[in-house]
């Protein structure tokens, strides 16, 4: 019996002994990361839908994210990439409405947490200054008060509009665009947002699955100001830091990767899970606003009453 007790004990130092030599493990790469980080000439963050989750929105991480988000879409047994199809604009606009509707309402209503501002004074501060790449279409960035001619949405942006109908040109601001949205019967009600130009039912300017008439043009735009701008870094030092990008839909991973290969840029990727990271590249693995915290040194205290104040 004593001999148990014994090898408890033992066992029981060892698991402390290790946890203390990861956590000194840890401390000693966010040091290295947060000198990188303030040497640096230049800022690239890339945002997935992780970003946002600290500002109380969902990501849509496997069938099972996005139907904990929208459980409505579990009983029609639609899956993300069923129903972010431009088709049902035409076939069901009340149904696709509900959902993209729905979610206008929600990115308008919220918040973005404390650390776009700190990412934003960091970029701010940099004398060869940031750029944001994102494939949320949230208008996050902008909200917390980015430029908008440093961000490239890659996949749209909800808060612009184009026609549902193919060969009807024109992209422009959803503004004034509201819509209703009964999330029982998970139908858009009636009026539901129409194309000034010929009446037919209007969409979101976002690149959907299967979407052939998706407009680029605004998103082409800010994409050729963010080559513009590699293109002015010449062999200035560039950190790159990407912020809750799954590996699904790996557009945000892909770019960061190439450029930390093509550039040499340090590659931190921030994110609690999702793990592949490529050689040469960090991983911290905690949530966007507390690994910002850890390598923009916020103190905890601010954090944790930001967070109370935003769960109210
Ligand atoms: N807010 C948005 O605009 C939004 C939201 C959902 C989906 N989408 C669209 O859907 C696609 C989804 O791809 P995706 O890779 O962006 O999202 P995803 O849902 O596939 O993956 C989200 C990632 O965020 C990570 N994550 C979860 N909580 C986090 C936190 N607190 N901090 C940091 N990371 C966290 C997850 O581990 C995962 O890797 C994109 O094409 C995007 O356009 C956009
Ligand atoms: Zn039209």
Same mark, same amino acid.
């Given at each position: 019996m004593l001999k148990f007790f014994g090898f408890v004990d033992a066992f029981r130092q060892s698991v402390g002994s290790i946890i203390y030599i990861l956590k000194r493990q840890q401390e000693r790469m966010n040091d290295l990361l947060k000198r990188i980080i303030q040497d640096a000439d230049a800022l690239l963050i890339t945002a997935g839908a992780g970003m946002g989750v600290d500002s109380g929105l969902p990501d849509f991480r496997g069938n099972d994210g996005f139907w904990n988000a929208y459980p409505q879409a579990r009983m029609l047994g639609l899956s993300f990439i069923d129903l972010a199809n431009p088709d049902w604009f035409i076939k069901d606009p009340q149904l696709a409405w509900a959902f993209y509707g729905h979610r206008l309402n929600l990115y308008r209503q919220t918040v973005p947490h404390e650390g776009f501002r700190w990412l934003l004074e960091l970029g701010s501060s940099k004398p060869k200054g940031y750029f944001v790449a994102t494939s949320?279409? /949230?208008g996050q960035f902008q909200k917390a008060g980015?430029?908008?001619?440093?961000?490239?949405e890659a996949h749209g942006s909800i808060h612009h509009m184009q026609c549902s109908?193919?060969?009807c040109e024109g992209i422009y601001s959803a503004d004034t665009t509201e819509v209703h949205v009964d999330m029982e019967q998970f139908k858009a009600l009636a009026p539901l947002p129409t194309c000034p130009?010929?009446?037919a039912i209007a969409r979101p300017n976002i690149l959907m699955?299967? /979407?052939?008439?998706?407009?680029g043009e605004r998103s082409d735009a800010q994409h050729e100001r963010f080559i513009t701008w590699l293109g002015t870094l010449g062999s200035s030092s560039l950190v790159i830091i990407e912020l809750?990008?799954?590996?699904?839909?790996p557009t945000m991973r892909d770019l960061g990767e190439r450029l930390a290969k093509t550039r040499g840029a340090t590659l931190i990727h921030i994110n609690p899970?999702?793990?592949?990271v490529p050689q040469g590249a960090y991983w911290l693995a905690v949530g966007a606003l507390e690994g910002l915290r850890q390598l923009l040194r916020r103190d905890v205290s601010h954090t944790a009453q930001f967070l109370e104040q935003s769960n109210r």
């Open positions: 949320n279409v /949230d980015f430029n908008e001619t440093r961000i490239w109908k193919p060969h130009t010929c009446k699955f299967g /979407d052939w008439f998706w407009q809750g990008a799954g590996t699904a839909i899970s999702d793990a592949q």
